[in-house]
């Protein structure tokens, strides 16, 4: 499995930016599809962003579209979130997740190795 691990949270106002990193380990980085999961208190974690394998195909969550660039780095192992105009709403812990396969899923349940998180808080 790949180890995930992601750095970049923090706290923010409303209309501000951050970015987040997730660095993996393990060689075969570049088959594998990565995703962007955020879950807030009190509610069921939800899925982001993921980008494929190569980073040919990406995926957002409505919400984020427009706001919200996720891209990957091969060379360095590690997939980033670039999160702009961030709202109170967007305030969660933010999970990145891997996959095997080319598919830039949305369905959490098919993602087999998680980071621990970063908490981002947005204040309005």
């Known amino acids: 499995q790949v180890q995930l691990v992601e750095s970049g949270g923090g706290l923010v106002q409303a209309g501000g930016s951050l970015g987040l990193s997730c660095a993996a380990s393990?060689?075969?980085?570049?088959?594998?599809?990565m995703g962007w999961f955020r879950q807030a208190p009190g509610k069921e974690r939800e899925f982001v962003s993921a980008?494929?394998?190569?980073?040919?195909?990406?995926n957002y969550a409505d919400s984020v579209k427009g706001r919200f660039t996720i891209s990957r780095d091969d060379a360095k192992n590690t997939v980033y979130l670039q999160m702009n105009s961030l709202k109170p709403e967007d305030t969660a812990v933010y999970y990145c997740?891997?996959?095997?396969?080319?598919?830039?899923?949305?369905?959490?349940?098919?993602?087999?190795?998680w980071g621990q998180g970063t908490q981002v808080t947005v204040s309005s």
């Open positions: 997740a891997s996959r095997a396969g080319s598919s830039p899923d949305m369905d959490a349940k098919s993602y087999n190795s």
């Open positions: 980008i494929s394998w190569y980073g040919g195909i990406k």
């Open positions: 393990g060689r075969t980085f570049s088959s594998y599809t």
